[in-house]
T-cell receptor, first 115, second 112 residues
Framework: EPEVTQTPSHQVTQMGQEVILRCVPI?????FYWYRQILGQKVEFLVSFYNNEISEKSEIFDDQFSVERPDGSNFTLKIRSTKLEDSAMYFC?????????????FGEGSRLTVL | TQLLEQSPQFLSIQEGENLTVYCNSS?????LQWYRQEPGEGPVLLVT?????EVKKLKRLTFQFGDARKDSSLHITAAQPGDTGLYLCAGFGGTSYGKLTFGQGTILTVHP
């Protein structure tokens, strides 16, 4: 069964360092997303991406964050200068449909710990 | 900002009991989804409800979307230990591109 894969599963970094989280979406999906979940809190939308550009982003997704699809398979989230409050589980997701009731397929997440 | 309030946050019941989880909002959602999330994994979609008043059944799970599309419920009949897990409701706004608004989740524990 096709699945979304994410690497690394866990990354520990020092405050101020740059981090890149990687995702391989399901191959025939065209819409890609990043969500995050701070421990004990809700899953929060960060950004959606289609046709090589951001479709929508939340207020969390400030200038420290960027997304890229560097090749035909990977979808990355970069955090330029990590802060303590960036510590969270980051989930990548992909879908066939962009708007409305399409099913999002989530990866297993990348746990980021900022010290 | 759309918000989804999910209740209860924790639910601990005995095997065979019935339970209902609620998801409420003051906002209208174009559709609402229920996910289940296991520890160390991402959310997995259980069902999508789209039409106001819609009821969907998945074996012992019954999902309902409110007439006004502002609320939803998940009812489990004769709960089993295998139902133990985190259940999340999440809604799509009218114009969002995959922007799901999640509730805070319900941790269900079913004791044998």
């Amino acid at each position: 069964e096709p699945e979304v894969t994410q690497t690394p599963s866990h990354q520990v970094t020092q405050m101020g360092q740059e981090v890149i989280l990687r995702c391989v979406p399901i191959s025939n999906h065209l819409y890609f997303y990043w969500y995050r979940q701070i421990l004990g809190q809700k899953v929060e939308f960060l950004v959606s991406f289609y046709n090589n550009e951001i479709s929508e982003k939340s207020e969390i997704f400030d200038d420290q964050f960027s997304v890229e699809r560097p090749d035909g398979s990977n979808f990355t989230l970069k955090i330029r200068s990590t802060k303590l409050e960036d510590s969270a589980m980051y989930f990548c997701a992909s879908s066939e449909q962009g708007r409305g009731a399409g099913e999002l397929f989530f990866g297993e997440g990348s746990r980021l710990t900022v010290l | 900002t759309q918000l989804l309030e999910q209740s209860p946050q924790f639910l601990s019941i005995q095997e065979g009991e019935n339970l209902t989880v609620y998801c409420n909002s003051s906002s209208v959602f174009s559709s609402l989804q229920w996910y289940r999330q296991e520890p160390g994994e991402g959310p997995v979609l259980l069902v999508t409800v789209v039409t106001g008043g819609e009821v969907k059944k998945l074996k012992r799970l019954t999902f309902q979307f409110g007439d006004a599309r502002k609320d939803s419920s998940l009812h489990i009949t004769a709960a089993q230990p295998g139902d133990t897990g985190l259940y999340l409701c999440a809604g799509f706004g009218g114009t969002s591109y995959g922007k799901l608004t999640f509730g805070q989740g319900t941790i269900l524990t079913v004791h044998p």
